[in-house]
């Protein structure tokens, strides 16, 4: 008995190997472009926040990206009495901003043992085209 493989015609195998790879480039290149759309939005809520926080005394002294960790993004603000995480919670797609005290350590996101979380708002999945006409 042969198998189904081997039972086809060579170009069979190639169109189904052409088609195989297509997707899997057509995949890629959408998993990229929204990598590329979510990086630019950090950034720049970043530096907004750094605009606003930046003249009552926060400074940026952290920003960081997990790559591991569904793309999660930390950004942490320190000031005089506590500090300030903006972090992107990339499986859930999340924005939360997280207030605690100076002595805590680093915030992973994911983490929140102790940190208040002030407002969260969840980011939907739009095209590139839709993200970059708003």
């Known amino acids: 008995m042969r198998s189904a493989i081997t039972s086809m ?32 939005f950090f950034r720049g809520l970043v530096r907004r926040l750094s605009q606003v926080l930046e003249p009552k005394g926060f400074r940026l002294t952290r920003h ?27 499986r859930d797609r999340e924005i939360l901003l997280l207030q605690r005290a100076l002595d805590e350590g ?16 969840h980011c939907p999945l739009r095209s590139s085209k839709q993200a970059t006409s708003s």
Do not use: K
């Open 64 to 90: 960081v990206y997990m790559r591991q960790s569904f793309g999660h993004r930390v950004a942490t603000f320190q000031g005089a009495n506590f500090q300030v995480d903006a972090a992107w919670e990339g």
């Open 9 to 40: 015609h060579p170009l069979q195998l190639a169109a189904i190997v052409a088609l195989v790879v297509s997707a899997a480039i057509y995949v890629w290149r959408g998993v990229t472009r929204d990598m590329r759309t979510i990086e630019q």
């Open 106 to 121: 680093n915030v992973s996101a994911g983490r929140y043992s102790h940190a208040r979380i002030c407002p969260r708002a």
